[in-house]
């Protein structure tokens, strides 16, 4: 069996292990260097990268939960931009469903700087969306969008609702029609069998849609990069800057180690969640 | 069964909403680039001046010529790795094969940010420091786990007895793979080579991390461009990338279902 399996699969299996497993761990290694003078790595096995961040409340407070609560709040709205949009494409057909599908996963095709291009458009000064929101009484003198939170978040929503969209669509499509229907048949609204129906069977969909959209907006760094300014210094963008701007490779790497150990205690917090509600749920039925 | 009630009508008022909302950028982008006058809208004429005009700065020219050739060569390889592996997933059942594609799929699972700066680090390790290697190995290995999901996907469609009968008929396994099996998946494998273009040739993250002075793909001489000027001659060029992607969209879609090779 090895003999026969392992020609084929070796190749990416070990391009695997050397572009991705070795260097994984070699940003482990390198998060315990320091910098030398004239910014070369120097070996060495100390703690002042960690410490630099954890014991610096500036860091603690305008980075890594500046961006866990952005992550959380883009992702939140991701959720409830999405989900409406995932219940009425799961009724539609033919034409007016590949439309929506096209649209829903354009975003997802066309890369992130040409998108932004046109978001820099609408979000300018006196751009398209101040113009259309003073046209339409939302307010009344020009809001700023650009290089601001408020167009960091607006992106992360565009970015992640195409995500959250197909996942749920994944959940409702394996939705039998006729539960709704026996639901309404015994006197339930249209709410109450979206609650006790609907909602419930998409649980799976919802759960890997916010796992999906959590960890790419946790990260995300292209977008601040681009679009935010000095009050949206996202621990992603700052790993960018600290690896490519100041070459301190230690503390990026340093800062690479805490961006996913955080990333996986929230997923694994997401997952006691998702599990209990999931248990509940089974547990109310019976 | 058309009852139209409020709750339907809301859901879909709603859904246009969010539709006009994802169309909103790409379609300001399309009409800046072909309108006369610079960011006046509504439009007030048509010009292809922009495009013009994109298309002969010498630096997009040559972000072009990088992209093109690092999409192509980067596609090339992903599925020159995905291809073997795939078969070697759908032709056996064996312990620890979940894990094994797990494996497979985990360059999808880190994020991007550190998969770029660990090969960044990595490579100046090994001594190599930047360079075209790296950017074409970032490119390739972020790529193979969608190539490795189409060709799955359509090696499961192929039937294994096309190949035991040319096999009994005395070709060799390369002959096998060349004349049945190549042939009767080139639909999976023609849009598994148009998806992993498209992901390469728009890819900015991992592009910025690793391209060396010299080969800057077109999304990152892009972003700086427009880091500095946002005039229409960028509108025009990010319209190109913009119908690039769409064209891309159609034959993958054609071919294999767009949906199914983006589910993550």
């Not at chain 1, 410490?51 to 709040?73: C, E, K, M, Q």
């Not at chain 1, 959250?164 to 394996?174: K, N, P, Q």
């Not at chain 2, 009409?31 to 700065?57: H, Y």
């Not at chain 2, 073997?84 to 940010?113: E, Q, W, Y």
Request: positive net charge; contains cysteine; hydrophobic residues 60%.
């Amino acid at each position: 069996m090895i003999r026969r399996l392992l020609p084929p699969l070796a190749p990416a299996l070990i391009a695997l292990l050397i572009f991705v497993a070795l260097p994984m761990l070699w940003v482990l290694r390198t998060s315990f260097n320091e910098l030398g003078d004239g910014a070369y790595v120097v070996e060495a096995m100390t703690l002042d990268n960690y410490i630099r961040f954890l014991g610096d409340p500036w860091y603690l407070v305008n980075t890594l939960w500046f961006s866990i609560r952005i992550a959380v709040v883009a992702t939140a709205i991701s959720v409830i931009c999405a989900y409406p949009v995932a219940l009425y494409i799961v009724k539609t057909t033919g034409l007016q469903r590949n439309i929506l599908m096209a649209l829903i996963m354009a975003p997802l095709l066309i890369g992130l700087v040409t998108l932004v291009y046109g978001w820099i458009v609408i979000f300018r000064g006196g751009g398209l969306l101040n113009s259309l929101m003073i046209a339409l009484h939302v307010y009344d003198r020009p809001v700023r969008y650009m290089w601001d939170i408020k167009g960091v978040v607006i992106l992360l929503v565009y970015i992640g609702a195409p995500y959250v969209v197909l996942s749920l669509l994944d959940s409702l499509e394996r939705l039998n029609p006729f539960l709704v229907e026996a639901a309404r048949n015994v006197g339930a609204s249209r709410w109450t069998a979206f609650w006790k129906v609907v909602f419930p069977m998409t649980m799976p969909g919802l759960y890997a849609a916010l796992v999906i959209v959590f960890s790419l907006n946790f990260s995300a760094f292209a977008v601040p990069l681009m679009i935010g300014n000095s009050n949206t210094q996202m621990i992603g963008l700052i790993i960018y800057r600290e690896a490519l701007l100041n070459n301190d490779l230690p503390f990026a790497s340093a800062l690479s180690v805490i961006m996913v150990a955080v990333n996986a205690l929230i997923l694994v917090g997401m997952a006691a969640l998702f599990g209990r509600i999931i248990l509940n749920r089974l547990e109310a039925k019976r | 069964m058309t009852r139209l009630d409020l709750g339907t009508i809301a859901l879909r008022f709603f859904t246009l909403l969010m539709m006009a909302f994802l169309i909103f950028p790409i379609a300001v982008t399309l009409i800046v680039a072909v309108n006369p006058r610079e960011f006046i809208l509504p439009p007030n004429g048509f010009t292809l001046d922009w495009f013009k005009a994109a298309w002969s700065s010498k630096t997009f020219l040559r972000g072009m010529g990088v992209s093109l050739v690092l999409g192509i060569v980067a596609a090339t390889l992903a599925n020159a790795l995905a291809l073997p592996a795939a078969m070697a997933l759908v032709r056996n059942d064996f312990r620890g094969k979940g894990a094994i594609n797990l494996l497979l799929m985990s360059p999808l699972l880190i994020p991007t940010t550190i998969f770029s700066l660990a090969l960044y680090i990595w490579f100046v390790r090994v001594g190599y420091g930047s360079g075209l290697v790296p950017l074409l190995v970032g490119h390739t290995i972020h790529i193979m786990p969608y190539a490795l999901r189409i060709l799955t996907a359509s090696l499961h469609n192929l039937d294994p007895s096309y190949e035991e009968a040319a096999q009994n008929v005395g070709a060799g396994r390369i002959r096998t793979l060349f004349s049945i099996t190549l042939p009767v998946i080139r639909t999976g494998l023609i849009s598994s080579f148009a998806l992993c273009f498209i992901l390469s040739w728009n890819d900015f993250p991992i592009s910025v991390f690793l391209a060396p002075p010299g080969w800057t793909p077109l999304p990152v001489e892009l972003f700086a461009y427009i880091k500095f000027q946002y005039d229409a001659v960028a509108a025009a060029l990010a319209g190109s990338l913009i119908l690039l992607s769409a064209v891309a969209m159609v034959v993958i879609d054609r071919l294999a279902g767009l949906r199914r090779v983006l589910r993550s």
